[in-house]
């Protein structure tokens, strides 16, 4: 789990293909800590038959899902089709600017003034998704089910708190925000620097 994630910041894969069932952490968490930072296409591998777990991957960010026992010619066929669509040479940013901020995907280190800032996992989680699609506003919805999980979709409270501690460890005023600005209602937005 961690260590493939770590593996994967690393070598920057053309193609990830992962197993759900692993020692240290469920499969679906690593997919869905994959996608905060990668693009690449995710072939998932698994015993696990339900519709209900083949629906969770491939909303977490699965490209496709192939259940065990499977041939090896089906499994190769699938691998190429991931890699066709692919774009050639996927140059994935590593870090993203904001003036004094910068996130960093692949290493999961957010720096405010060339000072790394402690952020919890879920702060973390709504940093990254904001800073994807800077200027854009994300539906608290959207984070909440991307984040949370797709059964916390009303559970606004969850998501005020956190973009509230988010705010303090960044200095970031609401009333006159840096970085983050509350679209009431609706969302939240990252502003591009």
Same mark, same amino acid.
């Given at each position: 789990?961690?260590?493939?994630?770590?593996? *994967?910041?690393?070598?920057?894969?053309? #193609?990830?293909?992962?197993?759900?069932?692993?020692?240290?952490?469920?499969? $679906?968490?690593?997919?869905?800590?994959?996608?905060?930072?990668?693009?690449?296409?995710?072939?998932?591998?698994?015993?696990?038959?339900?519709?209900? $777990?083949?629906?969770?991957?491939?909303?977490?960010?699965?490209?496709?899902?192939?259940?065990?026992?499977? !041939?090896?010619?089906?499994?190769?066929?699938?691998?190429?089709?991931?890699?066709?669509? *692919?774009?050639?040479?996927? *140059?994935?940013? *590593?870090?993203?600017?904001?003036?004094? #901020?910068?996130?960093?995907?692949?290493?999961?280190?957010?720096?405010?003034? !060339?000072?790394?800032?402690?952020?919890?996992?879920?702060?973390?989680?709504?940093?990254?998704?904001?800073?994807?699609?800077?200027?854009?506003?994300?539906?608290?919805? $959207?984070?909440?089910?991307?984040?949370? !999980?797709?059964?916390?979709?009303?559970?606004?409270?969850?998501?005020?708190?956190?973009? !509230?501690? #988010?705010?303090?460890? #960044?200095?970031?005023?609401?009333? $006159?925000?840096?970085?983050?600005?509350?679209?009431?209602?609706?969302?939240?937005?990252?502003?591009?620097?």
């Amino acid at each position: 789990g961690n260590e493939g994630l770590a593996q *994967a910041a690393l070598s920057k894969p053309d #193609l990830l293909v992962l197993d759900l069932g692993l020692p240290d952490m469920d499969g $679906q968490q690593v997919l869905r800590e994959f996608r905060e930072w990668s693009t690449v296409p995710v072939l998932v591998l698994s015993v696990r038959a339900s519709e209900v $777990q083949k629906v969770e991957a491939l909303d977490s960010g699965a490209n496709d899902y192939v259940t065990k026992p499977f !041939g090896i010619q089906e499994f190769l066929a699938r691998v190429r089709a991931l890699l066709r669509q *692919a774009p050639a040479g996927e *140059a994935q940013e *590593a870090a993203l600017n904001f003036g004094p #901020l910068t996130v960093d995907l692949a290493y999961r280190r957010v720096m405010l003034d !060339g000072v790394e800032v402690a952020l919890t996992r879920k702060e973390y989680a709504v940093l990254a998704q904001l800073a994807r699609h800077p200027g854009r506003v994300i539906t608290q919805q $959207q984070l909440l089910k991307d984040i949370w !999980g797709p059964t916390h979709t009303e559970d606004s409270h969850y998501l005020r708190i956190v973009v !509230g501690h #988010l705010r303090q460890k #960044l200095a970031d005023d609401p009333t $006159q925000p840096r970085f983050i600005v509350t679209e009431a209602g609706v969302g939240y937005r990252l502003l591009n620097a």
